[in-house]
Nanobody, 125 residues
Framework: QVQLVESGGGLVQAGGSLRLSCAASGRTFSGTTLGWFRQPPGKEREFVAAIRWSSGRTNYADSVSGRFVISRDNAKYTVYLQMNSLKPEDTAVYYC??????????????????WGQGTQVTVSS
């Protein structure tokens, strides 16, 4: 069992930055991938970024590549999502997830077994 707790959401103006955190606990993570997904208002949940816990290898959605950075702190069992140059279309509830997908499946929600409760990010224009 894995517990995930997100924090760091809030209201920011377009062009601003926010850093989300996801604190993980409950099991070892050597074979785990931690991912961020988001669900904009009235839309389906979508992949944002993911990081392989052991190697640090990352994967980004095209819509955030170059603006968002995912990273991890092994000692704190925490994953971060640094979001820069935020746009109104980044407004969503952001979810942290944990699973063991193969690299080619890192973007698929069904590959993740554990989810956090979500944190709201609102970007005003």
């Amino acid at each position: 069992q894995v517990q995930l707790v997100e924090s760091g959401g809030g209201l920011v103006q377009a062009g601003g930055s926010l850093r989300l955190s996801c604190a993980a606990s409950g099991r070892t993570f050597s074979g785990t991938t931690l991912g961020w997904f988001r669900q904009p208002p009235g839309k389906e949940r979508e992949f944002v970024a993911a990081i392989r816990w052991s190697s640090g290898r990352t994967n980004y959605a095209d819509s955030v590549s170059g603006r968002f950075v995912i990273s991890r702190d092994n000692a704190k069992y925490t994953v971060y999502l640094q979001m820069n140059s935020l746009k109104p279309e980044d407004t969503a509830v952001y979810y942290c997830a944990a699973g063991s997908p193969a690299m080619i499946y890192m973007r698929l929600m069904a590959q993740y077994d554990y989810w956090g409760q979500g944190t709201q990010v609102t970007v005003s224009s």
